[in-house]
């Protein structure tokens, strides 16, 4: 197969390139815009509690009229607010009421908080409309302009908050995200490039080909999520940024590092791209069969989110990949050696001096370079088991400074935490007779007793009298850690435990809807993860022909997500204070850090396999592979290192948690794992470690140099 690709790239590269041009533009004009959502909600099947409440809730009284955001007045000192502020808030309100865009309601204002620090208005949202819908990110927009020209001038200040003015800060976010990312992401790549090749050319090669792979990518995920109904996060774009160019700058590093090789041992650039594409095939293949693996892994989740986003980064890395073997090549090939312009070093094989000492150490001491490294990534292994999740994705999606997040701020200095988003409670007759009064107060006393419970408002009875709806606000901010606790456990216990007989009581809101993401994510957790681990095992036992190698490389590789997720806890939870991390975040280390580590594993291995099959016993081969193999994982590293921590400038938690955890990841990866902790394992085992199949063992040899 990497033959023809390789004699079809050399012979007819124009085909290749015109045929990429016309299918590029084809996807990219008729491809549908790539959409995303903030509602926790629409990520949860229908199986749980928190959403088979929200159901209930809609066919019991209708789609209501709900809140879409608040309107939060306070004075500019900080001060009481007076009797003509009030006065002035009224008149602020009614001039608002009469501007909103057609997807509101209406503003009504409501009194002041009881210590007269802050008053607010409820902004509510048409019948059968969303928060998250685009016209309403709009409306909240225009609100906010009509709301701070309506204040100018007086000793009041005003911010908008609530579902519709957090979504708008959050696409906001992700907007400046991909923009940065991006261009830190473009500069990193041009630096490194040219660092490692010395290259104008080559140094935006990468650049201009994932540039155009980018565009195709995002096309046919827009085709999925439109055909499979799938729902993005509002991320996804800035990180497919960074999976695009970061993959694909290596996979582009492993076919030239393999065409300059072919050049230095004095093959003509026709031929030199025809091999290199037959011996690097196998590598690019693999490393990307492993990512899309892992990737499309996620399709096994009960959470919606993981649901798109695996498929959405499989098809980003499955085009990358196929970009790599045709298009890159066809490139080359019309491009010849002057693709590595000004630069003459492609012409001189380098001598790898520093490489080689580490390897004829690693070669003489493997004991103390596996215990060394091994004991490194273990202490930092064990905090991993203090990895405390949060789940709140809107407040991971937007800087803290936005409006909507200093608003909500301003609120809580004149109203207790749980005012701000109150849970629903709903208590249902399942034998179809009406609920009785004394059912639903004691019912309604019964709530206000259990633990986490602030207060407990009167209940709102259906038309038909079957189903009451509880607003209960909770004691707490309701996407603490105490918040979720309580609804994990006291609070649900006491709703079901003090239904009547015939009846049920369900609790929905967004924190039991934050107790439901940590049940389906620990689901997942015992599915997804074993899942990728296996099939990635099944590829290496293939691709090595041994049943020994993956298991060790497997383990390698999740000592290292342990390590990295150790970090994270260490760095955001111990020195910087934070309550927990994201919950997407080991899902996220788990898939990259496996998958990317195991390809820098595959690298070496591979190399060190070479090495074994020219005569060298264990220890020998181990250092050869460093030697020659190091070079190339380490160029890899860097630049999928880099990028990924390219995330850390994206402004909100969740980019700044991904990034430094996937970037460590991967520097481990490459720089501790493949580079000193593999190699030095294998060269212990031995022989062994290629059994059944004995790749190692000695064969007509058709030496291989440098690289792949």
């Known amino acids: 197969m990497f033959g023809a690709l390789g004699r079809l790239a050399t012979r007819h590269p124009w085909f290749v390139v015109i045929g990429w041009i016309l299918v590029s533009v084809l996807i990219i004009f008729t491809a549908p815009k790539l959409s995303a959502t903030s509602d926790q909600s ?271 980064l499989a098809i980003a890395v499955a085009v990358t990949v196929l970009a790599a073997l045709t298009l890159v090549p066809a490139v080359v090939s019309l491009v010849g050696t002057k693709v590595f312009w000004p630069s003459k070093s492609w012409k001189t094989e380098p001598e790898y001096a520093r490489f080689g000492r580490i390897g004829r150490s690693l070669g003489r001491r493997p004991v103390a370079y596996v215990a060394a490294s091994g004991a490194v990534l273990a202490v930092l292994a064990v905090f991993a088991f203090g990895f405390n999740p949060n789940f709140d994705l809107g407040d991971s999606g937007a800087p803290k400074n936005v409006e909507s997040a200093v608003a909500l701020r301003t609120l809580e200095k004149g109203f207790p935490p749980g005012a701000t988003d109150p849970t629903v409670i709903l208590l249902h007759s399942t034998d179809g007779r009406p609920l009785g009064q004394s059912e639903t107060t004691a019912y309604g006393a019964a709530l206000g007793k259990a633990q986490g419970v602030g207060q407990v408002g009167q209940p709102q009875l259906s038309p038909d009298r079957q189903t009451a709806s509880y607003s209960v606000v909770l004691a707490s901010d309701p996407t603490s850690d105490t918040a979720l606790t309580a609804i994990k456990g006291p609070v649900r216990d006491t709703a079901h435990a003090a239904a009547p007989t015939g009846t049920e009581g369900l609790v929905g809101g967004t924190t039991s809807v934050f107790a439901d993401f940590q049940q389906a994510m620990n689901r997942d957790y015992s599915i997804v993860f074993p899942v990728a681990a296996i099939v990635i095992a099944v590829i290496l036992a293939l691709l090595l022909r041994s049943l020994v190698a993956p298991w060790y490389l497997m383990a390698s590789v999740g000592l290292g997500f342990g390590a990295t997720l150790g970090a994270a806890v260490i760095v955001f939870q111990h020195l910087q204070g934070k309550e927990g991390l994201i919950f997407l975040l080991p899902i996220y280390i788990y898939l990259f850090v496996v998958a990317l580590g195991t390809d820098y594993n595959i690298l070496m291995i591979a190399r060190l396999r070479e090495e074994a099959r020219e005569g060298k016993d264990a220890r020998g081969a181990a250092a050869e592979a460093v030697k020659h193999a190091g070079p190339t994982v380490a160029a890899a590293g860097l630049i999928l290192s880099g990028t990924f921590a390219s995330l850390m400038l994206g402004g909100n938690s969740l980019l700044v948690a991904m990034g430094f955890s996937i970037s460590f990841g991967i520097f481990v990866a490459a720089f501790v794992m493949a580079m000193f902790f593999t190699p030095a394992l294998t060269a212990l085992i031995g022989h062994a470690a290629w059994w059944p199949g004995h790749g190692d063992e000695t064969r007509e040899p058709e030496r291989e140099t440098a690289g792949v």
């Open 42 to 312: 629409e990520f949860l099947p229908s199986k749980y509690e928190s959403i088979r409440a929200a159901n209930l809730q809609t066919e019991a009284f209708g789609q209501q009229s709900s809140v879409a955001a608040l309107v939060v007045f306070d004075r500019t000192d900080g001060g009481k607010l007076t009797a003509a502020d009030q006065a002035k808030i009224t008149q602020v309100v009614t001039d608002l009421d009469g501007k909103v865009d057609p997807i509101f309601s209406g503003v009504v204002a409501q009194p002041p908080s009881q210590n007269k620090l802050v008053q607010l208005a409820t902004v509510g949202i048409a019948k059968d409309k969303n928060p998250y819908d685009p016209a309403a990110i709009d409306g909240a927009k225009h609100l906010r302009e009509d709301a701070h020209a309506a204040v100018d001038g007086t000793d009041l200040t005003v911010g908008v908050t609530g579902s519709a003015a957090q979504a708008l800060d959050s696409q906001d976010a992700s907007a400046k995200a991909e923009a940065i990312v991006g261009g830190v992401t473009f500069g990193l790549i041009l630096l490194l490039m040219v660092v490692i090749f010395r290259s104008v050319i080559l140094a935006v090669f990468p650049l201009f080909v994932i540039g155009l792979v980018s565009q195709v990518a995002l096309g046919l995920i827009g085709f999925a999520n439109d055909i499979f109904d799938l729902k993005t996060d509002s991320s996804i774009t800035v990180i497919l940024i960074v999976v695009l160019f970061g993959i694909g700058t290596d996979y582009i590093l492993f076919f030239l590092f393999r065409y300059r090789e072919r050049l230095r041992l004095g093959e003509d650039h026709k031929s030199a791209v025809a091999q290199a594409i037959q011996r690097a095939g196998e590598a690019i293949i693999s490393a990307g069969g492993a990512v899309i693996v892992s990737f499309m892994a996620l399709v096994l989740s009960s959470l919606g989110i993981f649901k798109s986003i695996g498929p959405a």
